[in-house]
């Protein structure tokens, strides 16, 4: 493959829903562009796209992939996007890297929630986007519903017909091109406008032609003076209303039977903005710089993927915001501080590593072997200090304790799980030291297990459970206790008295520790080790084992003896009258509770009600915009726990949530009495 200047690449981001058929569509696009020399199928696991293992076994994208095409002098850069929303960093990472964002919406299904939600990703980013109403094939697409649902869902945007599709005798075999005036069957069929087409097919290019007028201040002005715009003059008001997020093409296709897709792939050579048509901000040692895709600017590339293959190594996709790169140089990674060695530079089309020796201002590539570089980071030269801020991720919503299955996994574990998050922004892991569990938390099932098989791959076993809640403890009532240490052993012996009182404090206090000992019943040089006895017993519990917060404990008073008080003596006093203390004052367990916002179609929203009620939820509100029911709530986390899994199957994965911690309150008292008795139970296992 050659290599291309700026104004002859296009980037352009594949995304939509699970199953709206992106995969099949960019297979057709290589197809046609010659790059293969058949067409793969998902479901037999031979595309281009789903190369790894577990997309071939799940039959689902599972990340993105790049696919480059070359068509009359350009080169598009597809990114073959995941549509399953475990996987939605993937899917914000690539609409970083890309200046045009292809909606891939499904003819039979119509706009579903990951639809949306992708959107509001290119939105969010400032993304050009454009509508691939795909698989007009099945029998049931329905593309007037679609158009209905997109006007509905998206009302502040002006979508506009760029084709008319073909259906004879019930079945779907092309489009009308409005531009051309010409019926597009299959791939270099061209015929003339069916007549029972024609009036529709006239309607539609004067509203285009309106629109494109509407979309630039001087093309309106001549189109109210002229009454009408060359050919020329509509494709700058298309592309202006693209640019301003105001005008959004809409075309049709069907991918697996390669139809529409020649026309798909001729409007893009026309419409997709080229590179430098984007502009970055990066925070450089002057303040804020805003980056062009120029060669001749600094260099600047953006790390939107990386990935971790045992035979392979790292591979690290980025694209060059700014300037240009060679082949065997060296280059500074500013995020991370450190310089790092570029080999060979590859154009990637899905496993396949196509070297090439440079890569200018706006192209995407990728390489081998870096030792630093995560998703993310921002590399260039050394002498010129240049960062782009990452976008910003959802938090993760569904977790798994992780343990290494054998001792030889255990001393990889930790810098395994660091290599895979850092891999994927929407996954991560922690100690949670309430608990003392490793805890791997991404979007969904799917997206952690994939990581654990990932990490499998990686030579690393993990077993996987539920993890335990985060319960703490805590008190109602002030209360007050005393307790003596003595110990005589023949030797030096050991005595400490300490009298204490416990006094509950506000919810997110924490621990408070006070002295008010006075006569020097207690010498204050003993005061810090009750202090630290009390902290030992902080973490342990008292009723149940898990944290003790929001207690302030004050040592009033207590006894020494001149020969046998000492540290340690003073420690287990402070430990074991801070355990009676506790509890006689009123202790509670206190749980997590969680915001959580659902949104389904609104025939779903009974059903999320009805299923958030019955997991002890306080229905805080619900709001229905464009069709889709947002439910929010506060609930306890323990009862969120696999929550995915169930909205997933009662919405038939039309609905996505978002979880975030709120506050700890008071556990009702039977599930107190039951997690206690649990506590028990494990302690003595």
């Given at each position: 493959m050659k290599v291309y200047g700026t104004n002859s690449l296009r980037n352009i981001a594949l995304v939509s829903h699970q199953g709206a058929g992106k995969t099949s569509l960019a297979e057709a696009l290589l197809f046609n562009s010659g790059a293969i020399n058949r067409m793969g199928d998902v479901q037999q696991g031979s595309t281009v796209s789903d190369y790894d293992d577990e997309e071939i076994r799940r039959g689902i994208s599972l990340s993105t992939t790049l696919?480059?095409?070359?068509?009359?002098?350009?080169?598009?850069?597809?990114?073959?996007?995941?549509?399953?929303?475990?996987?939605?960093?993937?899917?914000?990472?690539?609409l970083m890297a890309v200046d045009l964002a292809v909606i891939v919406v499904d003819a039979s299904a119509g706009v579903e929630v990951g639809t949306e939600l992708y959107w509001s990703f290119a939105q969010e980013l400032n993304v050009p986007r454009m509508v691939v109403i795909n698989k007009m094939d099945r029998e049931m697409a329905q593309p007037n519903a679609v158009l209905d649902s997109l006007h509905t869902l998206f009302d502040d945007t002006r979508f506009v017909n760029m084709q008319l599709p073909v259906v004879e005798q019930g079945a779907f075999v092309g489009v009308v091109d409005l531009m051309s005036g010409k019926a597009l069957r299959g791939p270099g069929e061209t015929?003339?406008?069916?007549?029972?087409?024609?009036?529709?097919?006239?309607?539609?290019?004067?509203?285009?032609?309106?629109?494109?007028?509407?979309?630039?201040?001087?093309?309106?002005e001549k189109y109210f003076d002229a009454g009408e715009l060359t050919e020329d003059e509509i494709w700058q008001g298309i592309r202006t209303g693209m640019l301003s997020g105001e005008l959004v093409p809409i075309v049709y296709a069907a991918g697996t039977a390669n139809l529409g897709t020649q026309a798909l792939v001729a409007l893009l050579a026309k419409v997709a903005p080229s590179p430098e048509k984007r502009t970055f901000v990066g925070t450089g040692a002057q303040g804020e710089e805003t980056l062009h895709a120029d060669d001749a600017g600094p260099l600047a590339l953006y790390v939107f993927k990386t990935t971790a293959d045992p035979f392979v190594g790292r591979l690290t996709y980025?694209?060059?915001?700014?300037?240009?790169?060679?082949?065997?140089?060296?280059?500074?990674?500013?995020?991370?501080?450190?310089?790092?060695?570029?080999?060979?530079?590859?154009?990637?089309?899905?496993?396949?590593?196509?070297?090439?020796?440079?890569?200018?201002?706006?192209?995407?590539?990728?390489?081998?072997?870096?030792?630093?570089?995560?998703?993310?980071d921002t590399i260039g030269d050394k002498g010129h200090r240049i960062e782009i801020a990452p976008p910003s991720f959802p938090r993760p919503v569904y977790g798994v304790a992780v343990s290494p299955a054998t001792q030889a996994d255990s001393a990889k574990m930790g810098p395994t799980l660091t290599r895979l998050c850092e891999e994927d922004p929407t996954l991560s892991w922690r100690q949670d030291p309430a608990t003392k569990e490793a805890v791997l938390e991404g979007m969904g099932d799917t997206h952690v297990d994939v990581a654990v098989k990932r990490a499998a791959h990686l030579g690393v076993n993990l077993e996987t459970k539920i993890p335990k809640v985060p319960y703490r403890e805590t008190i109602t009532k002030t209360n007050s206790a005393q307790y003596r240490h003595k110990k005589q052993t023949g030797g030096a012996g050991q005595f400490a008295e300490v009298?204490?009182?416990?006094?509950?404090?506000?919810?997110?206090?924490?621990?408070?520790?006070?002295?008010?000992?006075?006569?020097?019943?207690?010498?204050?040089?003993?005061?810090p080790s009750i202090e630290k006895g009390i902290k030992s017993?902080?973490?342990?519990?008292?009723?149940?084992?898990?944290?003790?917060?929001?207690?302030?404990?004050?040592?009033?008073?207590?006894?020494?003896?001149?020969?046998?008080?000492?540290?340690?003596?003073?420690?287990?006093?402070g430990r074991e009258v801070f355990k009676l203390a506790v509890a006689g004052a009123g202790p509670v367990i206190l749980e997590p509770i969680v915001t959580v916002r659902v949104t389904v179609?609104?025939?779903?929203?009974?059903?999320?009600?009805?299923?958030?009620?019955?997991?002890?939820?306080?229905v805080q509100g619900t709001e229905s915009i464009g069709g889709k029911a947002i439910v929010t709530a506060?609930?306890?986390?323990?009862?969120?726990?696999?929550?995915?899994?169930?909205?997933?199957?009662?919405?038939?994965?039309?609905?996505?949530?978002?979880?975030?911690?709120?506050h700890y309150q008071a556990v009702p008292a039977h599930i107190a009495d039951a997690i206690i008795a649990q506590a028990k139970k494990d302690e003595e296992e």
């Open positions: 696919i480059p095409i070359e068509v009359d002098g350009l080169k598009l850069n597809f990114l073959d996007t995941p549509g399953y929303t475990d996987f939605q960093g993937e899917v914000k990472n690539a015929g003339d406008i069916p007549a029972d087409l024609a009036e529709a097919a006239e309607a539609e290019k004067l509203a285009l032609m309106e629109n494109a007028a509407e979309a630039d201040d001087e093309l309106l980025f694209r060059v915001v700014s300037g240009s790169l060679q082949a065997d140089s060296r280059y500074y990674n500013h995020t991370r501080s450190e310089e790092e060695r570029f080999g060979s530079l590859y154009v990637m089309r899905g496993k396949e590593q196509i070297t090439v020796d440079a890569l200018h201002a706006g192209d995407i590539g990728a390489v081998a072997k870096l030792n630093v570089s995560v998703t993310g009298h204490l009182r416990v006094e509950p404090l506000e919810r997110g206090a924490g621990f408070e520790f006070d002295n008010e000992v006075f006569g020097g019943s207690i010498s204050n040089s003993f005061i017993t902080l973490e342990t519990g008292v009723i149940s084992g898990y944290p003790v917060v929001d207690v302030k404990a004050v040592v009033y008073d207590g006894k020494e003896h001149p020969v046998d008080s000492k540290d340690i003596a003073f420690q287990i006093a179609p609104e025939s779903n929203m009974g059903d999320v009600i009805g299923d958030l009620t019955s997991r002890r939820a306080q506060t609930v306890p986390f323990a009862e969120m726990q696999r929550y995915s899994n169930d909205l997933r199957s009662f919405t038939q994965g039309r609905g996505v949530y978002t979880l975030d911690f709120s």
